[in-house]
């Protein structure tokens, strides 16, 4: 095979990688997104009111908070632990030279 065909398929293939590696850090945005996190969050609170009005649950608007700011509570010490599992574990494919 000659160079210049070489060259253009190690071209394609990086293109590719540099395609998927876009769209990974795309999701990763919407993943840790405050906007997710939002939606989630009134979605959770939604649903678990409708339940509480459903089972008859005294005051089910009110009592709906709860579960819900457990929810975004443990989105937010999410990132934390994840840090500290990560420096636990400190893979040598992830340690700086």
Do not use: C, H
Request: aromatic share 14%.
């Amino acid at each position: 095979m000659d160079i210049p065909t070489q060259l253009e398929k190690l071209e394609k293939r990086v293109q590719t990688i540099e395609n998927r590696n876009k769209k990974v850090e795309f999701d990763k945005a919407w993943e840790t997104s405050t906007f997710r996190r939002i939606l989630i969050a009134f979605f959770t609170y939604f649903i678990i009111a409708l339940f509480f009005t459903v089972i008859k649950i005294e005051k089910p608007l009110i009592n709906a908070i709860v579960p819900t700011l457990g929810f975004l509570l443990s989105t937010l010490s999410i990132p934390f632990f994840k840090n500290l599992w990560m420096k636990l574990k400190n893979p040598p494919s992830l340690q700086k030279n």
